[in-house]
């Protein structure tokens, strides 16, 4: 049976302890400043992450709002860019927020909730570092900033061992394609994780030599040859924990290049979408980071119903008292 290493109490005070350490960490090495940002956004002006476009996002109208209908988040992925524009950011800067969302069309397991909180990054970047060189640059900071909170953690709770490895994997989907053949993307992703530790899997949303693409990913803000996901290996799960998504952002070549493969032209109306293809926003790079599963993973938790309150089927929450494991 599964047993916590810490008690409910100790584990409040240690969630607070890995946001305040990470977050600093990360604002240091990525040169961000925290801003206010939304929950929700009117669906009018196209800012609302699509993920892989089947989600419903959670909508409302509300009086006085002349635009009609107004959505809660699933991600800022658009908003921060429009954002760095507005405020004033110049190359080299970046900010970030706290992001609360609902996807209520999510499969609730271990490590999935209906309720999402991520630190939400993004910076502005020239179009001479649109590469995967520099891509790997700030994945390894970003990897760098984990292993400095586990440091952090392993001396002031003894109980929480060091289990990360020293540095970060690099793979591209296809590699891992041709590396695991004939098991599904999410058994190549959690046998490589058990073979690294810890992998950054580079290019998502783009068909593979299959005619498949690894995973969905909406085709108006990540570059789907210069993205990845972060994975580490869970051991109380034995699995593969993705800890973020992130990437450099499309040009407006790109846009309409990834646009046409969906045949989703017709985003084009939106105000953010015009503004892309005008020119008038930054090239950019970011992505978002889970904080209840950094929060899983470094704390050495089951579910990640023992680092955030959520709403969970009675079906699951008898399965995991059975197995011990306490649901916020």
Known sequence: MYVSQMTVKETQKAIKRVRILFEESLCSKLNLMRVSAPMFVETSSGLNDSLNGVERPVSFDAPGIETGEIEIVHSLAKWKRQALSDYGFDFGEGLYTNMNAIRRDETLDEIHSIYVDQWDFEKIISDYERSVDYLKSQVELIFSA????????????????????E??????????LQKYPGKTSKEREREAVREYGAVFLIGIGGKLSSGIPHDGRAPDYDDWSLNGDLLFYNPVLDDVLEIS?????VNSEVLMSQLKERNQEERLKYPFHKNLMEGKLPLTFGGGIGQSRLCQLLLKKYHIGEVQCSIWPDSMRDDMRQKGVILL
């Open 245 to 249: 998504s992130m990437g450099i952002r």
């Open 167 to 176: 540095k970060i994997t690099f793979l591209t989907s296809e590699e891992l």
């Open 146 to 165: 984990v292993k400095e909170v586990e440091e952090i953690l392993s001396e002031e709770y003894p109980v929480l061992k060091k289990f990360l490895p």
